[in-house]
């Protein structure tokens, strides 16, 4: 065999993989979308689930993914940023910071089931705050925590050292220079970590279980104190433990298909923002 | 004026400077020349102390910036390196407009005043000859300017801050000759009213531009004289071989 037909069929491999993958994506899709689109319409959007969950629609569960969405956000991302500004622009690489990097790698690979017992033990039973948004947000926001600041660190690192030196040589401190010059120029990278963390967010189970989400929950929240629905914990419900399985299966569908938007959604707006920063701060 | 005295510098172990004591003139450009290696950068980032910014490093001797020992304890560097102002060899200017560039030192310093800003952004630019070239496009982004024009805008951002000395590391080994020479005749201008110490790998360029030159090699200050008289009758034969050309 010549060395040119190994090459080619090396690459057909190679691309007949990539197809695959971007088979499955598509498969899952298209199999959420073909059984879920039936039941879409505005009632669904709008309304709570009547009939034992067999009816009615969803708007609870929405509203409380997107306040947990939120919530966690607010909690995981000044920590994360900041932690990341610590360790890639401050601590240098003694052996603190690999300890914390280590701890962090080490955090990131806890299953989101304990981090839903960490969080009920803690923020819902021993600091009181019940089963609430925030207990969830901040269960969610720890879950997440990793993400963020390994994301942020990529995007520190990412910055060549000439616009730090440049920076400093004008008479800026080190905190000016993060301020002005380095976080403006890694922002849009920061936003991709934001977007793989909201898609993460918004599709966990285990953590919202014992610390926000509610079974059956018509009224929408008021306040940070109340419980809320969340989709992919309803999308477990209806499909596990309703009261009619069989009849709820097209609403089970029409939950899935409603995450998926919403995090589409989630990623179409982050890229916006990419970009529109992205072009601001183009280097050469 | 700048002044060296018995300077030693060290990266970790590695001995980078030994024993290196001179002077510098204000209103005098003074080269530095000499294999890759030798030193010269090391030495010139001394005097706005951009070397505290690599772990490891070591110091003795003292270094004088206009009558004060900027190691001594005590200095605020910020304010150091708004007196001690430096090119560097790649222009890196910010991801922000040509003004913003310029008014960036002034910022950082707590400058608030809209119209001062302005002034002073004008005046830098003229007195970097890039006035004329960027004077309609003030907002638009620095990057798209051509590499030339992106080093006098470095240059032009450094003046903001009015400093007394200007450290330049090679400020011109990444143009091209026209954006190169206009660099030169720059230098020429600017020696009226800052002290400039500059880098370089070009002799020509040394003899162009100095008024005094330094040849270092292996962390040794090899020779230090007039550049006419390094150039022509220098007195050591390391001088001699390196000018020509004999290694390098």
């Keep these: 065999m010549s060395k040119h037909t190994g090459q080619n069929i090396a690459f057909w491999i190679f691309r007949l993989l990539g197809l695959i993958v971007v088979g499955i994506l598509l498969w899952i899709l298209g199999f959420i979308i073909w059984n879920g689109i039936g039941v879409i319409d505005w009632e669904f959007l709008t309304e709570a689930p009547t009939d034992g969950m067999t009816g009615g629609g969803i708007f609870p569960a929405i509203v409380g993914t997107c306040c947990l969405i939120l919530g966690s956000m607010i909690v995981a991302f000044p920590i994360g940023v900041m932690s990341a500004i610590y360790t890639t622009e401050y601590a240098g690489n003694g052996r603190v910071v690999r300890f914390i990097r280590i701890m962090t790698d080490n955090l990131g690979g806890i299953p989101s089931i304990i981090f839903g017992l960490f969080g009920m033990s803690l923020f819902v039973n021993t600091l009181g705050w019940g089963d609430s948004i925030l207990a969830g947000s901040f269960t969610l926001g720890l879950l997440v925590l990793p993400l963020v600041i390994r994301t942020t660190e990529e995007a520190l690192k990412a910055i060549p050292d000439s616009f730090r030196t440049g920076s400093l040589a004008l008479g800026a401190t080190k905190l000016q220079t993060i301020r002005r010059v380095v976080l403006p120029m890694a922002f849009p990278n920061i936003v991709t970590g934001l977007i793989l963390s909201i898609g993460r967010v918004s599709g966990e189970t285990a953590p919202i279980l014992f610390t926000v989400a509610a079974y059956f929950l018509p009224k929408l929240p008021t306040g940070i104190f109340d419980q809320v629905m969340a989709l992919p914990y309803h999308l477990y419900v209806i499909a596990t433990s309703g009261t009619d399985l069989e009849s709820a299966r097209p609403i089970a569908y029409g939950t899935a298909l409603v995450l998926i938007v919403i995090v589409l959604i989630m990623n179409i707006l982050a890229s916006i923002l990419r970009r529109y920063f992205g072009k601001k701060v183009k280097t050469n | ?248």
């Design chain 2, 1 to 248: 004026m700048i002044q060296s005295k018995n300077i030693d510098f060290y990266y970790s172990d590695f001995h980078a400077l030994k024993g290196i004591s001179m002077e510098m003139e204000a209103h005098t450009v003074t080269a530095f020349i000499g294999p890759s290696g030798c030193g010269k950068s090391t030495f010139l980032r001394l005097f706005n102390r951009m070397n505290d910014l690599i772990p490891g490093t070591r110091l003795t001797g003292e270094c004088i910036v206009d009558g004060r020992d900027i190691y001594a304890r005590g200095v605020n560097v910020d304010e150091l390196r708004k007196q001690v102002g430096m090119v560097f060899q790649k222009p890196n200017p910010f991801p922000k407009s040509i003004f913003e560039n310029v008014a960036y030192g002034l910022r950082v310093n707590g400058v608030g005043d809209r119209k001062f800003i302005e002034q002073r952004v004008e005046e830098s630019l003229a007195g970097a000859a890039l006035w004329n070239e960027v004077k309609d496009k003030l907002k638009k982004s620095a990057f798209e300017l051509s590499g030339g024009q992106q080093q006098r805008l470095c240059i032009a951002r450094a003046l903001a801050v009015k400093p007394s000395v200007l450290l330049m590391d090679e400020p011109a080994s990444a143009l091209d000759p026209i954006s190169t020479s206009k660099i030169e005749e720059l230098i020429h201008e600017l020696k009226k009213d800052y002290t400039i110490v500059i880098v370089t790998h070009n002799m020509q360029q040394a003899a162009r531009v100095s008024d005094k030159t330094g040849f270092f090699m292996l962390g040794d200050l090899v020779e230090f004289s007039d550049t006419k008289k390094m150039f022509l009758n220098p007195d050591k034969e390391q001088t001699q071989n390196y000018i020509t050309g004999r290694f390098g």
